[in-house]
């Protein structure tokens, strides 16, 4: 038999990527170099915004939840009502004054607008 022999290591296959794999690869790994290189000196600068910006979406989802506590809602308050007594009331023409041609000098006869002010 083949194999009733002394042990004997078995041929070992290597596989070669093409070069259009490796290229891709090679690109790939020359990109992610660029960026961190531009990342690392960047680091606690981005960390902090990143902090920052947790806490803010907090701040925001926190606030939100207080408007809905009913507990702790605040009425609006309401307008104070000027009360001022009929005989001080200030008094307003309902109809406009003409300044045009009028009735001058001739008694004025129902369906004048400026017949109050005669």
Known sequence: ML???????LPVATLLASGAQTRRRMDVARWLSLRWDWVRPRTVPLIAAFLGLLLTLGAVKYTALLAYDHGNTQRPRAAPVLTVPADRAPRTRIHPVYQ???CEGAACTGGCPHRAAH
């Open 100 to 102: 045009g041609q009028g």
């Open 3 to 9: 194999f009733d022999g002394p042990r004997a290591n």
